[in-house]
């Protein structure tokens, strides 16, 4: 029997940090902890579980790095040094488990709702998508985008002071950075939009700030969507940014797929699956994490195959803590939703958890 390819260990070439596999648990937000953004139990054992189950890197929620830019009830945050001694329990857990920690740190922008933060949501521009719930934001000052890029550096301090090995930052699925890139959603005419030098510059000094922010052994990288088509994100601008990123000098780029096994939108007759496209884009030594659409072993070591160095996983480990463990036989079929309330329960998932896994189609049932 063969061991699949992501099972082998990785060393990131600038700061010689080894993982013990290839496998990354993907940011999930998962409502569990409290309003005031300190970590629960509950949250801290979700993601315990799933380094106790083998995974390489475990990656936390999207988590908040200013008040006004939460996205969800419950979301675990990284904006008030008052929050390092939870965030030190975590980075002390998932060491403890053998795991390499990351924290993903986010601003929601206009996808950070006035019921929770108290004020109209900003953006890089004044914009309105045919979403629910959907607020029309009003334009980032230059001071809020100053401010904001501190944030972001602050709140990469605090995770390293917590003892995380490193962060991401989150820039796919269409939150504040996203909404910068996108030419959708930015119109704005300054330094910060036009040309996509202009709407990367966001993405960038995020990066540099919280690089200056952090000791040299630090993991730092950045997630994005190749294609975001509501807020006018393709391939193409995607693909730029990425390099700039990587020449910036990012430990990684994490592209989120959603389907890893499709070519993309912007050129659907290349045939050629989107992780292909980064690896073809940034060169062999930019470490490379994809995910999306990944269940089984197999399918994960095809996203190796396709160029990324590491794999990620999200609804895979929901219900299956210790895939990362159970891959180990290439065959392996893991647990697929629908899911039964008690089945989540058994893999370290409360209530809250389980009541918010309701909303995505398919993935609870109704049974005990
Ligand atoms: C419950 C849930 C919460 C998610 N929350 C986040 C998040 O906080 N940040 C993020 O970048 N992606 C988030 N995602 C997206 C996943 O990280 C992943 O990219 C996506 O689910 C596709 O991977 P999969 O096919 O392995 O599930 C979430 C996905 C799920 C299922």
């Not at 090995?165 to 909404?179: F, K, M, R, S």
């Not at 996108?182 to 993405?203: H, K, M």
């Not at 940014?241 to 939108?265: M, T």
């Not at 039964?340 to 389980?354: G, Y």
Request: include cysteine; proline fraction near 5%; aromatic fraction near 8%.
């Amino acid at each position: 029997m063969t061991t699949p390819k992501i099972l082998a260990p990785y060393t990131f070439p600038r700061t010689g940090l080894s993982i013990r596999n290839r496998t990354v648990l993907a940011a999930m937000t998962n409502k569990q902890s409290g309003h005031d953004g300190v970590l629960s139990d509950d949250e801290l054992e979700w993601l315990a579980a799933r380094a106790r189950g083998g995974f390489g890197i475990v990656t936390t929620c999207a988590a908040h790095v200013s008040l006004d830019g939460q996205g969800w009830d419950g979301e675990m945050g990284v904006f008030d040094d008052g929050l390092v001694p939870g965030l030190t329990r975590l980075a002390d857990a998932l060491r403890a488990e053998g795991s390499v920690s990351l924290v993903q740190i986010f601003h929601g922008g206009v996808r950070a709702p006035s019921r929770l933060t108290g004020q109209q949501p900003f953006s890089a521009s004044v914009f309105k998508l045919e979403a629910k719930d959907f607020e029309v934001p009003r334009e980032a000052t230059v001071e809020d985008i100053e401010h904001t890029i501190a944030a972001f550096g602050q709140a990469a301090r605090r995770c390293a002071e917590a003892g995380f090995d490193g962060i991401e930052i989150h820039g796919a699925h269409g939150y504040l950075i996203t909404q910068f890139l996108g030419t959708i959603s930015n119109t704005r005419t300054d330094q910060w939009g036009g040309s996509l030098e202009n709407r990367a510059r966001f993405v960038r000094r995020i990066y540099a700030a919280t690089r200056a922010a952090t000791p040299d052994g630090f993991l730092i990288g950045v997630r994005i969507s190749p294609e975001v088509a509501d807020q006018g994100v393709g391939l193409d601008d995607s693909l730029q940014v990425a390099k700039w990123l990587a020449e910036d000098g990012v430990d990684f780029l994490h592209v989120s797929n959603w389907d890893s096994f499709k070519p993309p939108a912007q050129h659907p007759e290349s045939g050629k699956m989107l992780t292909t496209w980064f690896r073809e884009a940034l060169g062999p030594d930019v470490p490379l994490i994809a995910t999306g659409g990944v269940w089984t072993p197999a399918e994960a070591d095809q996203v190796f195959d396709h160029g990324a160095d590491m794999v990620g996983l999200a609804r895979a480990g929901i219900g299956n803590a210790s895939w990362a463990s159970d891959a180990a036989r290439i065959d392996w079929e893991p647990a697929r939703p629908p899911y039964t309330p008690q089945h989540l329960r058994n893999a370290a998932i409360s209530e809250k958890m389980v009541d918010y896994m309701r909303l995505w189609p398919g993935f609870v049932t109704d049974g005990k």
